[in-house]
């Protein structure tokens, strides 16, 4: 089950340190009962109405994450999801037919963003030559699409190499 799984895969990460994030594109179940009897730390959704968001951020106990991203369409969409209280909004990573956004559009995106808004923002990598531009936007977070090191371990060096040359 997805529970058992998440038994499973947290304690590790959470021992390093890191927050763990339960995000199943297409799950019908109830996620926050996921994340909560497995020991996640929060939820995050893509492309999440307001409505979504709110029930999930009342429903989110005991100060677990919830996070959503997705939100390149318009401005307008970041700051309706920015209002419903989410911890973190993430621009950019692949969409779900594999295809990259515009690297241009998430930097803008995630620049406007850190301008304006305290909700720390994740800029996603589809490259690793995206990463020194990412870290000029003043996001809190530079993500790396797990394409960049799934399949080639030198994409995190490369990514490491551009973040080095960053500062």
Not at 81 to 106: H, N, Q, R, S
């Amino acid at each position: 089950s997805l529970v058992a799984l998440v038994k499973r895969l947290a304690p590790p990460a959470q021992e390093r340190g890191a927050a763990v994030l339960v995000s199943v594109p297409g799950f019908t179940g109830d996620i926050v009962s996921v994340a909560a009897r497995g020991g996640a730390d929060g939820v995050h959704l893509d492309r999440a109405d307001e409505e979504a968001l709110r029930d999930l951020r009342g429903r989110l106990r005991d100060g677990r994450i919830l996070g959503t991203g997705g939100v390149l369409g318009s401005r307008n969409a970041a700051m309706v999801a920015g209002e419903t209280g989410v911890d973190y909004l993430m621009v950019g990573g692949l969409f779900p037919d594999g295809v990259a956004p515009d690297a241009e559009e998430v930097r803008e995106r995630a620049a406007w963003w850190a301008e304006i808004f305290e909700t720390p923002c994740i800029a996603v990598a589809t490259s690793a030559e995206d990463v020194a531009a990412l870290v000029l936007t003043g996001s809190e977070f530079v993500g790396l699409e797990s394409a960049l090191w799934l399949d080639d371990p030198e994409g995190v060096r490369a990514a490491q190499a551009q973040l080095d040359r960053a500062r």
